[in-house]
């Protein structure tokens, strides 16, 4: 049988404040509007999916016009993966017909932070269809011994 | 029609076309075909909707107004688009109103375009189209044209509204689901429904503009997809996975 540590107040400390970054991630992602893009980084934000299998985690993104070859995903710390992508032409406002911004964008950019704890080291990545698939294996915390 | 919902004509209505709707919804399947007729068929806006129960914005095309939701027509047909999400709680009287409008011109079958989510969408080639029917008889027509019947499961979003009142006021209507995206705009599934929509509505349309842009459209939608996967969460779209049970 398993013997549980007990925990010093640091880490305690330490889990409620990252959980409080969490909250306050999933606060910023989910309710605060925001414009897709950001003219001054030059950047148009992705639409995105996280999908929770039972061995895996697949993030796809959408990614119109990019670059196969210059697709970049990052991991970021254990649980989040930003990713880059150049486009194959400059998007300006004026393309949409809208004048009253002004801005251009060749990169599609987004940081995607994972729910559930992953093996970021051993990620897959591929690109079909202008879809880029992340494929996450997850972390199983707890495993019941024979 | 409904007190709380109007529809104002700019022009002469047509008599006994058939009438299309394409709103947002999975894969924006049926704003992208609805897009690409207006500008393949060359169809005019002939009327509009004014209600106090859609949100407060109007779309401004060439700096003039414009309501989200619009009627565009020629002789042969006529076509209800939403630039906007339409939350779950105004879906009912906005397609009641519409589908009252288009009985009161004689509307020969209401069609419906939308998506059916599929997973690994990148990996299927050729896209399917299926089909459901108000009717028997509308439904043997979808199958005497070698359409794939929807036979069971649930539907979710305004086609759902569409059908059941089409049934109940004797309307034949038909929606057409084609493979898409969940999340993502699909340019490729509204080019694969448009091509069965020319079986049953006889319309000629040239899908090969619309799959060059899939790009551009794809980056354009992006926000409206937003808006839209929004809404498809509180109305539980995903309720569409669910294997339904057998009620005799």
Not at chain 1, 33 to 41: F, N, V
Not at chain 1, 49 to 59: K, L, Q, S
Not at chain 2, 118 to 127: A, N
Not at chain 2, 221 to 228: C, G, I, L, Q, S
Request: proline residues 6%; aromatic residues 6%.
């Amino acid at each position: 049988m398993s013997t549980r540590r007990r925990r010093s107040i640091f880490e305690i400390i330490n889990e409620y404040f990252e959980n409080l970054e969490e909250w306050t991630e999933r606060f910023r992602e989910g309710l605060i509007e925001k414009p897709s893009w950001d003219h001054r980084a030059c950047t148009m934000e992705p639409l995105r999916d996280i999908m929770v299998a039972p061995t895996e985690v697949i993030v796809t993104v959408d990614l119109p016009y990019a670059e196969e070859n210059r697709i970049r995903v990052k991991p970021v710390g254990r649980d989040t993966i930003e990713i880059f992508a150049k486009m194959k032409r400059k998007i300006r406002f004026d393309d949409f017909g809208m004048t009253h911004y002004k801005g251009e964008f060749q990169t599609l950019h987004c940081r995607t932070r994972i729910p559930i704890p992953i093996d970021i080291d051993k990620m897959e990545v591929r690109f079909k269809k202008g879809i880029l698939e992340i494929r996450l294996p997850r972390k199983h915390g707890h495993e019941i011994p024979e | 029609m409904s007190e709380e919902v109007k529809i104002i004509e700019r022009k002469e209505i047509p008599r006994n076309t058939v009438m299309l709707f394409g709103f947002p919804d999975v894969g924006l399947v049926g704003v992208i075909a609805a897009s690409h007729l207006i500008s393949d068929l060359d169809l005019t806006e002939v009327a509009y909707m004014d209600s106090r129960l859609l949100p407060p914005l109007i779309v401004l095309h060439e700096g003039l107004p414009h309501s989200p939701i619009r009627i565009f027509g020629n002789h042969d047909v006529l076509l209800a688009v939403s630039e906007t999400a339409i939350s779950a709680d105004t879906i009912y009287p906005v397609m009641h109103a519409l589908i009252d409008w288009g009985r009161s011109k004689n509307v020969k079958m209401m069609i419906s375009m939308s998506g059916i989510p599929v997973q690994d969408r990148q990996d299927i080639e050729k896209l399917k189209v299926f089909a459901a029917a108000s009717s028997p008889e509308t439904l043997k027509v979808v199958r005497d044209e070698g359409l794939e019947v929807l036979k069971e499961g649930y539907m979710v979003g305004p086609q759902a509204v569409m059908m059941q009142y089409c049934a109940n006021t004797r309307v034949p209507a038909i929606t057409l689901l084609a493979q898409c995206f969940f999340k993502y705009p699909d340019p490729e599934a509204a080019a694969a429904l448009l091509k069965e929509l020319k079986k049953i509505a006889r319309i000629k349309v040239d899908v090969s503009k619309l799959l060059e842009k899939g790009e551009e459209i794809r980056l354009r939608a992006r926000d409206v997809m937003k808006r839209t996967q929004q809404e498809m969460s509180k109305m539980k779209k995903t309720q569409e996975y669910d294997i339904p049970m057998y009620v005799s």
